[in-house]
């Protein structure tokens, strides 16, 4: 089954870290682009990071960088987002996409239905 599985959300303070983990499964996890897409309630998604199959290409949001690190074990066909100085604001369900094009291309879907895979998302909450 083609498929990608978000986990590690939660509930944090301000300031707090969370490690997401995007684990594929189903198709050739190493030629493919990552990417992780955030919603929270009443907003469009947005795209907050990529990696590219080699990991020679990376994307962060504004609105992340210097905060979030995108990583990923191809050995072990998962990816990851490590989220750091979490704010309030960053308050949404978090999820990956995999396909075969660039981060250029993966950043600027739209829909879910422009990449190949799509995960059900983890919910990240960043409370006092």
């Known amino acids: 089954q083609v498929r990608v599985v978000e986990s590690g959300g939660g509930t944090v303070q301000p300031g707090g870290s969370l490690r997401l983990s995007c684990a594929a499964s189903g198709f050739a996890f190493d030629d493919y682009t990552i990417g992780w897409f955030r919603r929270a309630p009443g907003k469009e998604r947005e795209a907050v990071s990529c990696?590219?199959?080699?990991?020679?290409?990376?994307f962060y949001a504004d609105s992340v960088k210097g905060r979030f690190t995108s990583s990923r074990d191809n050995a072990n066909n998962t990816a990851y987002l490590q989220m750091n100085s979490l704010k309030p604001e960053d308050t949404a369900v978090y999820s990956c996409?995999?396909?075969?094009?660039?981060?250029?291309?993966?950043?600027?879907?739209?829909?879910?239905?422009?990449?190949?895979?799509w995960g059900l998302g983890t919910q990240v909450t960043i409370s006092a």
């Open positions: 996409a995999a396909d075969p094009r660039s981060c250029l291309v993966v950043v600027n879907a739209r829909h879910p239905k422009e990449l190949d895979v």
């Open positions: 990696v590219s199959s080699r990991e020679d290409s990376t």
